[in-house]
């Protein structure tokens, strides 16, 4: 299975690096492709909302030219795509939410009945880390992903939430264990 990683933590070695460290490791030994996009360092503008893209059904047709089209054109030839994100202010990093965004021109006539996608059946998970417990704090995130599934036309593949985070060398084996367990989940 080919697998990529919208990794949307700024910090290289924080929270949510470490949870994906356990769930490449586990991917990688399983024979899984795996690659980890490192948002900060590409060129997302917003969408532009212009919906020139909608006008080309059958390719991903944005008219601006930075690092989000080929990092779209990778999210099109993976199997599994792995959303990744600190969690901030309720809500998913600035460089998660420039892709997502950006992944309106992955798909056309949504509601329609030829609603088409350039990533129908693929599989999506979403890993979040926060200071934060899961309730009244993280849901905000897992509902808008749990939506996303719908434009895209893609299957919910596992969601895995990691609170009350304070710095990574502080995560037991307990998280370990939920990033293995995950990391399988993902898989199937
Ligand atoms: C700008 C900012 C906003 C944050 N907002 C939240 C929040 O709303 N809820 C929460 O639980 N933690 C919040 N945090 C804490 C981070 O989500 C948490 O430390 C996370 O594990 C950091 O992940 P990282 O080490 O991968 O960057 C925030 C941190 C920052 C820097």
Same mark, same amino acid.
């Given at each position: 299975?080919?697998?990529?990683?919208?990794?949307?933590?700024?910090?290289?070695?924080?929270?949510?690096?470490?949870?994906?460290?356990?769930?490449?490791?586990?991917?990688?030994?399983?024979?899984?492709?795996?690659?980890?996009?490192?948002?900060?360092?590409?060129?997302?503008?917003?969408?532009?909302?212009?919906?020139?893209?909608?006008? &080309? *059904?059958?390719?991903?047709?944005?008219?601006?030219?930075?690092?989000? &089209?080929?990092? @779209?054109?990778?999210?099109?030839?993976?199997?599994?795509?792995?959303?990744?994100?600190?969690?901030?202010?309720?809500?998913?990093?600035?460089?998660?939410?420039?892709? &997502?965004?950006?992944?309106?021109?992955?798909?056309?006539?949504?509601?329609? *009945?030829?609603?088409?996608?350039?990533?129908?059946?693929?599989?999506?998970?979403?890993?979040?880390?926060?200071?934060?417990?899961?309730?009244?704090?993280?849901?905000?995130?897992?509902?808008?992903?749990?939506?996303?599934?719908?434009?895209?036309?893609?299957?919910?593949?596992?969601? @895995?939430?990691?609170?009350?985070?304070?710095?990574?060398?502080?995560?037991?084996?307990?998280?370990?264990?939920?990033?293995?367990?995950?990391?399988?989940?993902?898989?199937?």
């Amino acid at each position: 299975m080919k697998i990529i990683v919208l990794q949307g933590s700024p910090r290289k070695k924080g929270n949510t690096a470490k949870v994906l460290g356990w769930v490449e490791e586990e991917v990688k030994s399983l024979g899984h492709e795996f690659e980890n996009i490192y948002l900060t360092a590409k060129k997302i503008n917003g969408c532009l909302a212009c919906a020139k893209c909608k006008d &080309i *059904p059958d390719s991903i047709g944005c008219v601006q030219k930075d690092d989000a &089209i080929e990092i @779209l054109g990778k999210m099109v030839r993976a199997d599994l795509v792995i959303f990744a994100t600190p969690l901030y202010f309720w809500g998913v990093s600035a460089q998660l939410k420039a892709i &997502i965004d950006r992944t309106y021109s992955l798909y056309t006539r949504y509601h329609e *009945p030829d609603h088409a996608s350039l990533v129908e059946g693929q599989r999506q998970a979403l890993i979040a880390t926060g200071g934060g417990p899961y309730e009244n704090n993280a849901e905000p995130v897992f509902t808008a992903f749990g939506r996303l599934q719908n434009p895209h036309k893609a299957v919910n593949a596992g969601e @895995l939430y990691i609170g009350k985070c304070t710095t990574p060398d502080n995560m037991d084996d307990s998280i370990k264990d939920q990033a293995v367990a995950f990391a399988i989940k993902i898989i199937q």
